[in-house]
């Protein structure tokens, strides 16, 4: 039995989507996978626990259980549990499209309420993520588009606030974050320059390790916490109970719908890249399902949403590794990262300095997406009426939060500080009334639109 299952082990499966390949040829192709999500994995909650005021302990410990979840949902993508996962190599982590929305609810009502928030948006995103086949064709490519940009260009104040050492530190600006962000960034971006082939991919990790070595050296890193680590430990749950406030949830579940129009283009484009094929309802409807119930699942171990990662598609677009036995490997050493504490605790004392360096062109790397997304959607008027409109309002009105002042604070607390959501609801309202045969003008007038 044994001598027939290395039999049809072959190296040649890890360009099919089912099929074993040798375990020693499997792990580091799926390993790559993990290294190219890990930083982008840990950095959301490093910077929502900072807004939120959490101790390092609980930062370590979230960060544990992150890894955790996050290889759970990997792994129930890949081999589906009922009609929930797409059954295609989908990698789940911690997203970065609630970053700004959970750093405003953290901050104003506790995160607890942010958990409770989670909890609920969740169960909302999986229940809709099951009937997806019937609403699916609302969110139309334009709109996904929109939201994308907007998610990246409400990251940026984000990723500056750490380059300068964390919003509300005692030292925030000082020559010493200054240069440690400085670093950092450089790093990254000498790496993506001279590396080649998918080693690319790493250039985040790369900063990261030269920012963390040289903040040791400068002093900046406290490893307190990580001594009194122990070897292995169960992920907690419930380490914080949720609390439900109508006005978090709200705020929260309207970045759900926001994150399912990424996770419908992260599937699609996965199957059209890896697979050379479009993909089918029955896998979008289990990929959103996977996202918004261990989402909630995720809120139980206090835990932030986990979503699809665009990291991780384009890295099949360029491997072509789409083998779901392969990238099961990778789920399982995020697993057991999340077994040892020690990996949380010292991730923790990463200063915030050099996540600043890591991630400002990450959240720059997302408003690039957002506009190459734009732009293959095409510039006729109606898709440019909608981009223009859906921005400049989103944008615009969340400068001058004042302008809300006359709704009641219910509407104040989820729009106020919550440009994605503007944004999203503006251009699904324009991509709804405007006709589909606007009249075009410019030189985008022979692109095909993709709005409807």
Wanted: hydrophobic share 55%.
């Amino acid at each position: 039995m044994k001598a027939n299952v290395n039999s049809n082990a072959r190296v040649e499966n890890i360009y099919q989507l089912n099929g074993r390949v040798p375990i020693s040829k499997a792990i580091p192709f799926g390993l790559q996978h993990v290294l190219a999500m890990f930083v982008a994995n840990i950095a959301p909650i490093l910077i929502v626990t900072n807004a939120a005021g959490l101790t390092p302990e609980q930062k370590a410990m979230l960060i544990q259980n992150a890894m955790f979840i996050a290889g759970i949902g990997t792994l129930i993508q890949l081999y589906p549990v009922w009609k929930v996962g797409a059954r295609l190599p989908i990698v789940m982590g911690v997203s970065f499209t609630f970053v700004t929305i959970l750093c405003y609810v953290a901050a104003t009502f506790g995160y607890p309420a942010a958990i409770g928030a989670i909890l609920i948006g969740g169960i909302i995103e999986g229940t809709l993520g099951l009937c997806a086949k019937y609403w699916r064709k609302i969110v139309a490519p334009i709109v996904a588009a929109c939201v994308v940009t907007a998610i990246g260009f409400s990251l940026l104040n984000v990723g500056a606030s750490s380059f300068g050492g964390g919003a509300g530190s005692e030292n925030f600006g000082s020559a010493q974050n200054l240069i440690l962000g400085t670093v950092t960034l450089v790093s990254c971006l000498v790496f993506n320059i001279f590396a080649k082939s998918f080693w690319k991919q790493l250039s985040v990790l790369f900063g990261l390790v030269v920012g963390y070595v040289l903040a040791m050296v400068m002093g900046m890193v406290n490893f307190s916490e990580v001594a009194s680590a122990g070897i292995v430990a169960l992920p907690k749950v419930l380490p914080f109970i949720p609390e439900f406030n109508v006005s978090a949830i709200i705020a929260v579940t309207v970045i759900f719908l926001v994150s399912a129009t990424e996770t419908i283009g992260d599937t699609s484009a996965m199957a059209v890249t890896g697979l050379k094929r479009d993909v089918t309802d029955k896998e979008i409807s289990g990929s959103l399902a996977c996202d918004g119930y261990l989402s909630s699942v995720s809120s139980l171990f206090g835990c932030l949403p986990i979503t699809s990662f665009s990291q991780n598609v384009g890295l099949i677009a360029m491997t072509k590794v789409v083998n779901r036995f392969t990238i099961m490997t990778g789920a399982c050493v995020m697993i057991l990262a999340g077994l040892f504490p020690v990996i949380g605790k010292l991730l923790a004392t990463l200063p915030d300095a050099v996540l600043g360096g890591c991630t400002i062109m990450m959240f720059g790397s997302i408003v690039v997406s957002g506009v190459q997304m734009i732009t293959r959607c095409g510039f006729n008027q109606r898709n440019t009426v909608i981009t223009a409109l859906s921005l400049g309002i989103g944008i615009g009105f969340t400068q001058v939060p004042a302008i809300f002042t006359i709704f009641p604070k219910m509407v104040q607390e989820v729009l106020a500080n919550n440009c994605v959501a503007i944004v999203f609801i503006v251009a699904i309202v324009m991509n709804l009334v405007l006709p589909a045969n606007m009249e075009v003008s410019g030189e985008g007038d022979s692109e095909e639109s993709c709005s409807s």
